[in-house]
């Protein structure tokens, strides 16, 4: 991934912005003063050739008037060529310090990642710019409570037809909330396109996937499960026998995710191994419940 820019690099950009904006001013000003030194160069050297040629005194009141027109035309293009070569520097410096902040808040993402060990995303399905998520979370929150129910994550995600019960696992998976809430919604919406790419790439696009292709998912995905587990969990999910739909490849995927969360829980160690008093079972046990 690129580096992420920091204050100090954006405080120079805008240093060299100005001082960029400060040449096409002084810029501007000099072509002023050189078209006004043309315009009387040449309305000299017309008068000029006219009084040789003998040209009546009222068309040379006009050869003036006319080169003034025209020297003021080409002083205004100019002056307007110069304004929107500003506006255009003006937008890219905006458009780069948003490019900024959209990073820095995809960055506060990857740390939330990472405290629960969880599988990064492909980097073409990074998580969008902020006013992008939040403009998607608003049309997700039909009823305006501030949070997205399971209900409305049904609606609002329908085009990848999960049943209500994919869903449910997914956000047990991030969060120990029952709703969505901004905080969390990009985590959630991020592995829901992450896990559809990895399902239509394993599939090629077909609407079932077989249990080869479901290991194929998984470790593009980085979930390092063993064989007799993964099919262990086909058994479980593929409800119908007849292949792994995606809502049921959801689930598989929300079950290893939420024991990666147990086992950051409850590891405290970090030796991949459990040791649990009758309280930490209990605890583990009403997940599968």
Known sequence: ???????????????????????????????????????MAVQQNLAQQSMNMGMPQQQMRMVPQTMNMGMNMA???????????????????????????GMNQYQQYQVNYSQYNYFVPPMQMMVAPDNQLMQRFAQLDIDHSGTISI??????????RFPYMSAKLLLQAISNLPY??????????????????????????SPTIM????????????????????MALINKYDLEKQGIEFGEFMSICSYLL????????????????????????????????
């Open 75 to 101: 002083a205004q293009g100019m002056n307007t060529g110069m304004a929107m070569a500003q506006q255009g520097m003006n937008a890219g410096m905006g458009m780069g310090m948003g490019m900024a902040q």
């Open 151 to 160: 209900q409305e994550i049904m609606v609002g995600y329908q085009q990848f």
């Open 1 to 39: 991934m690129r580096p992420q820019p920091n204050r100090q690099q954006m405080a120079r950009a805008q240093q060299n912005m100005q001082i960029q904006q400060m040449a096409i001013q002084q810029q501007m000003a000099v072509n002023q003063q050189m078209a006004i030194q043309q315009n």
């Open 258 to 289: 939420i024991c990666q969360k147990l086992m950051n829980q409850f590891d405290t160690q970090k030796k991949r191994t459990l040791n649990v008093d009758m309280n930490g079972l209990e605890s583990l046990c009403l997940w599968f419940m």
């Open 180 to 205: 969505i809430d901004q905080t969390n919604f990009p985590l959630f919406d991020q592995y829901i396109r992450s896990m559809w790419q990895a399902f239509c790439q394993s599939g090629n696009n």
């Open 211 to 230: 249990a080869q292709q479901v290991q194929q998912a998984l470790q593009l995905l980085n979930f390092q499960s063993q064989p007799q587990v993964i």
